[in-house]
């Protein structure tokens, strides 16, 4: 058992009310520049719905991700090293500008310095790109809030797979219609295939908390990382011609702050913190023959942080041990592994994404007292699952590559939290029947509560900071300083007689007054 850790988030679709905040942050923060018009490392999508850029989950067309072969092994659904040379200069699954969106601004100007006239100004749109003229056709959210229409909602890759695989037919009709936002960041994956299409070793997993980057310096620009990732956050910068991607916001997680997407989320649906898994495992997990046991197989590479074993094992490897503690309070690891309520998105790929989602419950209470009954008793719950606006099978071809008993498992947990906490709520003595349905106790129920309803800022962004776990290490940076030259301003020299010379800055309690940290002058006094 090699163990690392990962940083890793969940996020309550039931919260997402699509306003696009962690998105538009997101882009002031790192990709406001030129080169990256069109780049969000966040975006949020409307489901149903093609995503951005347009159809990216359809992989028999971008090739991303991993494909298992006959004999059990896991190869880059892209093709290997001799189908990367042969493309190299040439790639033929790339996405196009056009698939993305190609941005455009206005001409402000216009409306500013057109002279007097009878005809009123208008500000046309032109390209962010190139500054010729465009007729804007497409975006980021160009099917936002559009998720029942039939001309956009009826191109949705999931979709198309529950038609031609399952034969359910989703209606399109106006009193049928259902939609549901869907945020999407990099997945830090486990076993990353962007990271294994790179040929010039410029993506990399960083081993003390699973962040995914790009070496600038590294990159080449062959863009085989961008067909590799099956989830299309990998982009191209045009100006500068490296790949660049989410970087998990790793200098504000380091410090012990929430990515800006999370921070300046207004539903407060993201969650952050840490988990233990077994890095040994990683490859087995990942090729498992049935598409269905990706997602157990997943849950079963998470290591309990309050094993013993587990502990000595951590310890071992090198983790600092507030990273251990903050894995035992991780949110993350409850949502995950202890609530089984956060699912992972496309485990189909094969790639281990550590980005995960609470599939929303909301239209199911409506719908039941639409018939007359009461909408927040459990056991009604219970029983409309199945009859959601949002088919069970939708959901299970997002997040469990078609399994719906996880999803209607979560669900069912979900509606049992809140018939549970209605009758707390109203002074009713609770039904204890109503958790035990779905394999808790009352107990439980209210940690999920707290949690998913209540809990502050520290309980939902549980981070270590990198300069704690790397206490010891900056120990014998006092000893050891770059400045310690000759004549240089961290001279000391050996200790003297007198009591000169080094003096250990860590260990110094600030009390006394060290000759060495405050010397004299040749005349006397301080200098």
């Not at 997602?295 to 041990?321: F, N, S």
């Not at 995950?336 to 790929?349: D, G, N, Q, S, W």
């Amino acid at each position: 058992m090699r163990v690392l850790a990962q940083l890793a988030m969940v996020m309550n679709l039931d919260k997402c009310i699509g306003c696009h905040t962690c998105s538009v942050t997101c882009k002031q923060a790192w990709t406001n520049r030129a080169g990256t018009e069109y780049v969000w490392f966040n975006n949020v999508e409307t489901r149903p719905g093609q995503g951005y850029p347009r159809r990216y989950e359809d992989q028999d067309q971008w090739k991303g991700g991993w494909v298992r072969t006959s004999g059990g092994r896991l190869k880059l659904r892209a093709g290997g090293r001799f189908r990367k040379l042969a493309s190299l200069f040439a790639n033929p699954d790339l996405p196009e500008i056009s698939d993305y969106y190609e941005p455009w601004t206005y001409e402000y100007a216009t409306l500013i310095d057109a002279p007097l006239g009878t005809d009123v100004p208008t500000a046309a749109p032109k390209s962010a790109i190139t500054g010729a003229p465009v007729q804007p056709d497409w975006g980021p959210n160009w099917d936002d809030d559009l998720g029942g229409s039939t001309e956009h909602g009826v191109a949705d890759p999931v979709l198309q797979r529950l038609r031609d695989d399952l034969g359910v037919q989703v209606k399109f009709e106006f009193e049928q219609s259902f939609m549901f936002y869907l945020p999407r960041i990099c997945e830090h994956c486990l076993n990353p295939s962007c990271v294994a299409s790179c040929p010039s070793g410029a993506m990399y997993k960083r081993e003390e908390d699973g962040i995914v980057l790009v070496d600038q310096h590294q990159c080449r620009g062959w863009r085989m990382c961008v067909t590799g990732c099956p989830y299309k956050k990998v982009y191209f910068n045009h100006r500068t011609g490296k790949a660049e991607k989410c970087t998990f916001c790793y200098p504000r997680v380091e410090a012990g702050q929430p990515t800006v997407c999370s921070e300046t989320c207004v539903g407060r649906l993201r969650y952050i913190g840490v988990v233990l898994y077994d890095a040994d495992r990683v490859t087995e997990a990942a090729s498992v023959a049935d598409e269905h046991d990706l997602y157990p197989a997943q849950l079963d590479l998470m290591l309990d942080p309050h094993d013993p074993e587990v502990i000595r094992a951590a310890e071992q490897a090198g983790i600092p041990h507030d990273w251990i503690t903050a894995a035992q309070r991780s949110p993350v690891y409850q949502l995950i592994h202890t609530y089984r309520l956060a699912l992972p998105l496309h485990p189909e790929y094969r790639t281990m994404p550590m980005v995960w989602y609470i599939p929303p419950l909301s239209p199911v209470v409506d719908a039941v007292a639409g018939t007359g009954f009461d909408g927040e008793d459990g056991h009604n719950l219970f029983g409309a699952i199945d009859s959601l606006r949002i088919p069970v099978e939708y959901l299970a071809e997002l997040f469990t590559a078609g399994d719906v008993t996880p999803v209607r498992t979560s669900l069912r947990r979900l509606a049992a939290m809140r018939s549970y906490m209605r009758s707390v709520n109203l002074g009713r003595e609770p039904d204890e029947r109503v958790p035990a349905a779905v394999g808790l106790d009352g107990e439980q129920v209210f940690g999920m509560y707290r949690l998913l309803a209540l809990a502050k800022y520290d309980e939902r962004y549980v981070i270590p900071t990198a300069g704690i776990g790397q206490a010891h290490d900056l120990e014998g940076i006092a000893t050891q300083c770059s400045l310690d030259v000759d004549g240089g301003p961290g001279m000391g020299g050996p200790a003297v007689a007198g009591g000169q010379g080094r003096v250990d800055l860590v260990s110094w309690r600030g009390t006394g007054r060290p000759d060495a940290l405050f010397p004299t002058l040749r005349g006397g006094g301080d200098r």
